[in-house]
Nanobody, 124 residues
Framework: QVQLVESEGGLVQAGGSLRLSCVAS????????MGWFRQAPGKEREFVAG????????FYADFAKGRFTISRDNAKNTVYLQMNSLKPEDTAVYTC?????????????????WGQGTQVTVSS
């Protein structure tokens, strides 16, 4: 069993930056791929970014490329999402998730463990 706890999100002005973190319990963190998803009001949850376990590879949704960076610190069992140049349309609940595989994935069903989510609001 893996528990994921995200940091608090927050309110940020358009153009600003925010870094989310997600701490995972368990001893297999380094071998598990991790991902970030988000869900805006009235919309389905969507993939934001993923990072593999083992040899680190990253993958981003198109809207995140060039603005968001996913990273991990295996010594701290933590995955991060650095978000820059934020836009009002980035407003959503952001949730981290863990696979039980080293390979990253973009589909929800490929993730086994989920955090509780954290609200990010970007004002115009």
């Amino acid at each position: 069993q893996v528990q994921l706890v995200e940091s608090e999100g927050g309110l940020v002005q358009a153009g600003g930056s925010l870094r989310l973190s997600c701490v995972a319990s368990g001893r297999t963190f380094s071998s598990n791929a991790m991902g970030w998803f988000r869900q805006a009001p009235g919309k389905e949850r969507e993939f934001v970014a993923g990072i593999s376990g083992g040899v680190l590879r990253t993958f981003y949704a198109d809207f995140a490329k060039g603005r968001f960076t996913i990273s991990r610190d295996n010594a701290k069992n933590t995955v991060y999402l650095q978000m820059n140049s934020l836009k009002p349309e980035d407003t959503a609940v952001y949730t981290c998730a863990s696979r039980v595989s080293v390979s990253f994935a973009s589909r929800e069903r490929e993730y086994v463990y989920w955090g509780q989510g954290t609200q990010v609001t970007v004002s115009s």
